[in-house]
T-cell receptor, first 112, second 115 residues
Framework: GESVGLHLPTLSVQEGDNSIINCAYSNSASDYFIWYKQESGKGPQFIIDIRSNMDKRQGQRVTVLLNKTVKHLSLQIAATQPGDSAVYFCAGYGGSQGNLIFGKGTKLSVKP | NAGVTQTPKFRILKIGQSMTLQCAQDMNHNYMYWYRQDPGMGLKLIYYSVGAGITDKGEVPNGYNVSRSTTEDFPLRLELAAPSQTSVYFC??????????????FGAGTRLSVL
């Protein structure tokens, strides 16, 4: 079946360093992807999205890269801050009626 | 500026009890979703609705029921609670896709324990 998965369940970085969180997907027909941030005790919060006709999209301190050839996308966070500590999920559009398929998440910890 | 509101935030049930998790959105979104999130896992879709009066099963619908009598509300019903339903439940909504965008907005969640 369709799947969206993350490579590493945890990632620890030093404050100020750049973070890279990876995600792979299996459905070649997926044409839209979203990264969500989930802080402890809260619901997922939209960070950035990308459509399959793009390779790269930038936001404020975040960049998403999409490699359709190897079905891989990544989230890059520049100058990681303590407030970036959270679980990050990638989600891909893989079903009818706008249903998203979520990966398991990567927990990002930022060391001061 | 409420967005998606879920109640209650926490609940403890005994095995066999029933309860309704409430979800309301004030963004006039057609689409609404219920997910569950088990520890260390991603979100799994329970049920969804594409508009008032229309609901459909997601990936893990067993043990749950939903209704959608209005655009704003999408309650999730547990009839006979089981320990396997211990989880955090999230409701989400989205509007019609614009320029291919399909962003779902989430509530803060309901943490449910069945003992």
């Amino acid at each position: 079946g369709e799947s969206v998965g993350l490579h590493l369940p945890t990632l620890s970085v030093q404050e100020g360093d750049n973070s890279i969180i990876n995600c792979a997907y299996s459905n070649s027909a997926s044409d839209y992807f979203i990264w969500y941030k989930q802080e402890s005790g809260k619901g997922p919060q939209f960070i950035i999205d990308i459509r399959s006709n793009m390779d790269k999209r930038q936001g404020q301190r975040v960049t998403v890269l999409l490699n359709k050839t190897v079905k891989h996308l990544s989230l890059q966070i520049a100058a990681t801050q303590p407030g970036d500590s959270a679980v990050y999920f990638c989600a891909g559009y893989g079903g009818s009626q706008g249903n998203l398929i979520f990966g398991k998440g990567t927990k990002l910890s930022v060391k001061p | 500026n409420a967005g998606v509101t879920q109640t209650p935030k926490f609940r403890i049930l005994k095995i066999g009890q029933s309860m309704t998790l409430q979800c309301a959105q004030d963004m006039n979104h057609n689409y609404m979703y219920w997910y569950r999130q088990d520890p260390g896992m991603g979100l799994k879709l329970i049920y969804y609705s594409v508009g008032a009066g229309i609901t459909d099963k997601g990936e893990v619908p067993n043990g749950y029921n939903v209704s959608r009598s209005t655009t704003e509300d999408f309650p999730l019903r547990l009839e006979l609670a089981a320990p396997s339903q211990t989880s955090v439940y999230f409701c989400a909504s989205r509007g019609l896709a614009v320029d291919g965008k399909n962003i779902q907005y989430f509530g803060a969640g309901t943490r449910l324990s069945v003992l």
